[in-house]
């Protein structure tokens, strides 16, 4: 029995270890990029481009955005590509706050992307070749959206190349409706996102029976979350 406890300590001893060498939670994986160690070295012979740049033109709210890039000199398997929204991911977007660490640093990034790809997981070989590309499911999450070509890794990240922006043609439209049963047997909540202020227009719930068609209007509250209530 003793010796099974040793045995037990010591694997969580090894455990530990491993976790903490860089300091992230390994069940997230943006969390290992180390966005707040970016270093800014913009280089004009690294291109990179996203097509189509504007989505929402069938009326949907998420669609598919192709990435191509190049990287003449010096591509290599650690490069990759991450997804930036509000496309501004600079210091025009920093809060006021003093708790974001290295916020006095350039390139002042304070704002860590919202998914990321290694830029040779669709060209075989980008390393070789300098070229690539790579496809992102984008949502409408009401801003617009750029992508960083980074070298270095997820752990000493260098931004080479910004890209153009992607933006959704209606990107306050009201969207992702949700039906639930309501507090008594009688009721029913309607939940939905969008983009508009109180001051741009009036939320309300236009409801009926098969019968009479749309007969009711019920009038909705707002409740909106900013990034000062999203701080740790």
Same mark, same amino acid.
């Given at each position: 029995m003793e010796r099974n406890w040793i045995c037990f300590l010591l694997l969580l001893l090894v455990v530990h270890i491993k976790a903490s060498k860089h300091d992230i939670d390994i069940h997230q994986p943006l969390s290992r990029i180390a966005i707040y160690e970016t270093v800014l070295q913009l280089d004009p012979s690294v291109s990179i481009q996203a097509t189509p740049g504007l989505l929402g033109l069938e009326d949907k709210q998420a669609e598919y955005v192709t990435v191509t890039f190049k990287r003449p000199i010096g591509a290599a398997i650690t490069d990759?590509?991450? *997804?930036? $929204? /509000?496309? $501004?991911? @600079?210091? $025009?977007?920093? &809060?006021? !706050?003093?708790?974001?660490? @290295? %916020? !006095? =640093? !350039? /390139? +002042? &990034?304070?704002? #860590?992307?919202?998914?990321?790809q290694y830029a040779n997981y669709s060209s075989p070989n980008y390393a070789s070749n300098g070229e690539g590309f790579l496809r992102f %499911? &984008?949502?409408?999450? %009401? #801003?617009?959206? #750029?992508?960083?070509?980074?070298?270095? !890794? +997820?752990?000493?990240? *260098? =931004? &080479? #190349?910004? $890209?153009?922006?992607?933006?959704f043609v209606e990107p306050k439209r009201p969207a992702y409706p949700r039906v639930a049963i309501g507090r008594v047997w009688n009721e029913i909540s309607v939940t939905w996102t969008s983009g508009y202020d109180l001051s741009e227009a009036t939320p309300l719930?236009?409801?009926?029976?098969?019968?009479n068609g749309d007969a009711y209007t019920s009038a909705a509250g707002t409740l909106t979350f900013t990034r000062n209530d999203m701080m740790w």
């Open positions: 990759w590509i991450g *997804v930036f $929204s /509000p496309a $501004s991911f @600079n210091a $025009s977007v920093c &809060l006021e !706050d003093k708790v974001v660490p @290295n %916020r !006095d =640093l !350039d /390139p +002042l &990034l304070c704002t #860590a992307p919202i998914k990321y %499911r &984008l949502i409408n999450q %009401r #801003a617009d959206f #750029a992508f960083g070509f980074f070298s270095g !890794d +997820l752990f000493n990240p *260098v =931004l &080479l #190349a910004v $890209s153009n922006t992607v933006t719930v236009i409801w009926g029976t098969e019968q």
